[in-house]
């Protein structure tokens, strides 16, 4: 979001192990065209035709979201 801090974001990838790209809004531009994303984390997934096929607000769990990709992809 806008408003965060990118230190403190860069701190929450490193700490978290986060195995996907992150990015840091600057002008709120993507919190607006995802839907108005007003809170973070908050983790989208696209897939392969850049079709957003999942929404989560709040922490994920790493291990059901693997799950969850490989079952995508059986």
Request: proline share 5%.
């Amino acid at each position: 979001m806008r408003y965060d801090e990118p230190e403190k974001i860069r701190e929450y990838v490193r700490k978290q192990g986060v195995p996907f790209p992150v990015v840091f809004d600057r002008d709120g531009a993507l919190a607006r065209e995802f839907g108005q994303v007003n809170g973070t984390p908050t983790t989208f997934l696209i897939d392969k035709f850049g079709r957003r096929i999942s929404r989560t607000v709040g922490v994920i769990s790493f291990d059901k979201l693997r799950v969850f990709l490989e079952a995508q992809s059986g």
